[in-house]
């Protein structure tokens, strides 16, 4: 299903490079939301959002949105790769 929303936002409000922030978060609080009222799953969500099950669960850690999830193998295996990927990005 795809949702469309159109939003008035008063002039000056939203500068030209600060809109694409914007739409990003509103993608994100409604994935986080729809998740939180158990309507999606954590792929689901992630899939709202254009990340692995693994990068959500890390939006869900950064807010602060508590989670239960069974992880199998491919879901560890991403874990070591974004840590690994974390890691070299940080410089360590």
């Known amino acids: 299903m795809r949702l469309e929303i159109e939003l008035e936002v008063p002039d000056g409000a939203?500068?030209?490079?600060g809109e694409a922030e914007l739409v990003r978060s509103?993608?994100?609080q409604t994935a986080l939301?729809?998740?939180?009222?158990?309507?999606v799953t954590t792929g689901e969500a992630a899939g709202m959002l254009g990340l692995t099950r693994i990068g959500f669960l890390d939006v869900l850690r950064r807010t602060g949105i508590g989670f239960q999830v069974e992880l199998d193998e491919e879901d560890f295996a991403q874990l070591r790769r974004w840590r690994d990927d974390k890691a070299a990005q940080s410089g360590r």
């Not at 939203?14 to 490079?17: E, Q």
């Not at 939301?33 to 309507?39: A, D, G, M, V």
Request: charged residues 50%; aromatic residues 8%.
């Open 14 to 17: 939203v500068d030209k490079g």
């Open 26 to 28: 509103v993608k994100e």
């Open 33 to 39: 939301k729809l998740y939180s009222e158990q309507r």
